[in-house]
């Protein structure tokens, strides 16, 4: 009697393992062409929200026309006594 309990729940284990295994198949070939549009969204963003984040601290330190100054025309605020 345990023997053929024990075979009969390693077979519903085995059948529930191999449908869940089908599933998860089936599941994740649909997804991973929505994964990878998703990744390649996010890229894009984030590219351009640290292209944006780079050009305003650009415009920050360097002022509005920075392709037209140079780094001699930045003043000298470095710390300590200059001109000695």
Do not use: W
């Amino acid at each position: 009697m345990k023997t053929s309990v024990l075979s009969l729940l390693a077979a519903a284990l085995v059948a529930c393992g191999g449908a869940q295994a089908h599933l998860l198949t089936n599941d994740s070939v649909g997804k991973a062409a929505s994964t990878k549009h998703t990744l390649a969204v996010m890229t894009a963003a984030g590219i351009r929200y640290h292209a944006a984040a780079n050009y305003k601290n650009e415009q920050r330190i360097f002022g509005s026309s920075s392709a037209t100054k140079s780094s001699a025309d930045r003043p000298d605020d470095r710390a300590g006594i200059r001109g000695v």
